[in-house]
């Protein structure tokens, strides 16, 4: 049962990131295919076999002759081998492609969210005549590119505080509370 800050993030994730390996590093499949996608970015025309190979090994800072190894399952991975190389996995592959995601897709202009909408902090604490229900909010980039920003920069806490006083600002009330253990956002 999400509350706004995980339901932003889950909306958020499924709109801005990018489709990533999901078995870990520390399992064959997880460690082939985080090679593989590294040694595919390295890949020149022409080049020989192993080329592209032994410039990734580099990249991620694991000698050249360990790379062959963990390929042919001579030997496995380190726990120090295996966080370069997520770390060369996540500077060259993910981060680029995350970054792509924001750049190209537009922000959202409209945000539907389902949960108990509180429309002032006055004592009265003005809910609507259905507590739990779904508000269309439209007119809301303004309010989502502070949003984005501070889901990348801070995490879905700050994301949510963002989103919370950039729905307050556009729809032009004291505040907009979405509350609940059973929230949920999307982007239509």
Do not use: C
């Not at 120090?80 to 997520?86: F, H, I, P």
């Not at 429309?119 to 439209?138: F, G, H």
């Not at 984005?148 to 700050?158: D, K, N, S, T, Y």
């Not at 505080?161 to 509350?179: D, L, M, N, P, S």
């Amino acid at each position: 049962m999400p509350d706004l800050a995980s339901a932003l993030d889950a909306a958020l994730t499924a709109r801005y990131r990018p489709k990533e390996v999901k078995a870990p590093a520390t399992t064959r499949r997880g460690l082939l295919a985080r090679m593989n996608q590294l040694e595919k970015l390295h890949a020149r025309k022409g080049d020989r076999p192993g080329s592209a190979g032994r410039r990734a090994a580099r990249s991620a800072g694991i000698a050249p002759d360990t790379w062959t190894r963990w390929r042919k399952s001579q030997r496995a991975p380190s726990a120090a081998s295996l966080r370069r190389l997520e770390g060369a996995y996540a500077r060259e592959i993910t981060l680029p492609a995350f970054r792509r995601a924001l750049r190209t897709k537009k922000i959202p202009d409209k945000v539907t969210v389902t949960a108990e909408v509180r429309w002032t902090s006055s004592p009265k604490k003005m809910y609507n005549a259905t507590r739990y229900r779904t508000v269309k909010l439209t007119g809301m980039r303004p309010a989502m590119v502070p949003t984005i920003r501070a889901w990348v920069q801070a995490g879905p806490e700050a994301a949510a505080q963002a989103f919370e006083r950039g729905a307050a600002e556009v729809h032009k009330t004291e505040e907009i509370a979405f509350e609940g253990d059973n929230v949920h956002v999307e982007f239509p």
